[in-house]
């Protein structure tokens, strides 16, 4: 079965200027998204990647990263917004530290990019008419 996992990866310092992901997808067949990659003030990386694939390979590549000394959090939760609750206040633009909200210029209200979200949880409590939601 294909699955598509979401994880933020902590990159050690020595492994910071390595091909890792992009050796990982060959030597395991699998398709990868980056979402986010910044290098931390002490110099290590972190990166929310998207894998896809077959569930066994996937699993192995993520083993793989481990044994990698990578360490690897799942995201396993979900973030939506309720349209008809939504206000198009902006707050939560304000919030975001990814932009996954957005302000749209065409339909003159605030959208929300489910692939850029990190499930940082910044936005929830800021929405005062709780139209983010949690997905589990
Ligand atoms: S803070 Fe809430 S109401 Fe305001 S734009 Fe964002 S989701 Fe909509
Ligand atoms: S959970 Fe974090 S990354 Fe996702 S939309 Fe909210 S503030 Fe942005």
């Known amino acids: 079965m294909k699955i598509s996992e979401r994880v933020v ?6 492994l910071v200027d390595k091909p890792t ?6 030597k395991y067949d699998i398709e990868f998204n980056i979402l ?7 110099k ?19 083993k793989d990263l481990k044994n990698q000394n990578v360490v690897l959090q799942r995201l396993k939760q979900d973030i939506t917004k309720d349209e008809k609750i939504c206000t198009h ?14 302000y749209d210029k065409e339909t003159k209200k605030v959208a929300f990019d489910y692939e850029k979200c990190i499930t940082c949880m910044l936005c929830v409590k800021g929405c005062m008419v709780r139209a983010i939601k949690i997905k589990f």
């Open 44 to 62: 290590e990386g972190v990166m929310v990647v998207i894998f896809t694939g077959e569930e066994d390979i996937v699993k192995q590549a993520l």
């Open 36 to 42: 986010q990659a910044q290098v931390l003030p002490q």
């Open 21 to 26: 992901i992009s050796t990982l997808v060959r």
């Open 89 to 102: 206040c902006g707050v939560c633009i304000g919030l975001c530290p990814t932009n996954a909200f957005y």
């Open 9 to 14: 990866l902590k990159f050690p310092k020595e």
